[in-house]
């Protein structure tokens, strides 16, 4: 019942090409029971973390366009470059998803500001050196933002594209590392779900996982942790955030409430009072960019 409701919220909100992500209110799908969990520690986030500094460095970001085997067409991406990017140098990645409202673009013009948080984190030496790629989550040739649900199939057969043909593109293209160890992904609502799906299941691949309020594309915790003790020793961080007042908090708790039992590493953290919005992702990154890759 849960995702016959979502997805009927969905195709009414993305009516047009231009709609964001909806604010699902928490008690939205009331028929479910709500988990209990332990939360990890909320500390906010200080004061300007996401507003333009004068006097630092600032990065760059880049568009760019890869061709996809597993998709058959050419496909566009922004990349992130830190201040002073070097190609000299070694970076680590971190693949940013959007949710099932934006494209490419979502986080980087639609309110994320991940330029701008990155440029501070760099300036206070809170990161460790890495660029950010946020890609076209919707793995189909017309990846538009109007396709709405009818593309929520591409969004579950996006790490084809991703690990097939946007990883090596970007490891051919730029001066990054090429091992697990320095790839990270996250995203938010939708993307949060691709993330946790993805990430736990090519373990191979990543070694850090986030998820900001992950939609109900995410995977149920047995099928995402099949083996336990796998999942002990490879993943390096497995990071969660959702608001107090979004409705769907269910499925990150109960990934959560699953760790805890089975004695996995895991980190969710309930924003105070906030529903599905880029206040909570924008947290997210913010907190995420600082523990991973060291």
């Known amino acids: 019942m849960k995702k016959v409701l979502f997805s009927a919220l969905l195709a009414m909100t993305f009516a047009t090409a231009n709609a964001q992500e909806p604010n699902i ?14 939360f990890d520690a909320y500390t906010a986030a ?34 992130y470059l830190p201040p002073k990017y070097d190609a000299k140098k070694k970076y680590s990645v971190l693949y940013l998803l ?29 990161v460790a050196d890495m660029i950010v790629v946020m890609p076209n989550g919707r793995a189909q040739k017309d990846d538009s933002r109007a396709g709405g649900m009818g593309s929520f199939r591409a969004f579950g057969e996006f790490d084809k594209d991703l690990i097939g043909s946007l990883i090596p593109y970007i ?21 949060g779900g691709q993330s946790l799906n993805f990430g736990l299941g090519h373990m191979d691949v990543f070694a850090y996982v986030g998820g900001f309020s992950s939609a109900p594309n995410t995977m149920r915790a047995a099928q995402l942790i099949p083996d ?26 109960q990934l959560k409430a699953f ?16 529903g599905h919005n880029f206040v909570v992702w924008k947290y997210g990154l913010y907190n995420f960019a600082q523990l991973i890759f060291k």
Not at 228 to 250: I, P, S, T
Request: aromatic share 8%; with cysteine.
């Open 98 to 126: 959007h949710g099932i409202g934006g494209d490419e673009n979502e986080w980087y013009k639609d309110g994320g500001v991940p330029n701008i948080i990155m440029d501070n984190l760099y300036a206070d030496g809170k």
């Open 25 to 38: 209110p928490r008690g939205m799908f009331g028929g479910q029971q709500k988990i209990d969990v332990k």
């Open 171 to 191: 490891e051919k293209n730029f001066s990054v590392y090429a091992d697990k160890d320095h790839r990270a992904i996250a995203g938010l609502s939708m993307g």
């Open 228 to 253: 336990v003790e796998k999942v002990k020793k490879e993943n390096k961080l497995l990071w969660m955030v959702c608001g107090g007042a979004d409705g769907l908090m269910n499925n990150s708790a």
């Open 46 to 79: 200080p004061q300007g973390f996401d507003q333009e500094r004068a006097g630092i460095a600032k990065g760059t970001v880049k568009l760019i366009e890869y061709q996809s085997e597993s998709v058959g067409t050419t496909r566009k991406a922004n990349v």
């Open 259 to 274: 760790c805890d039992e089975k004695g996995v590493p895991c980190t969710l953290i309930e924003y105070p009072n906030e």
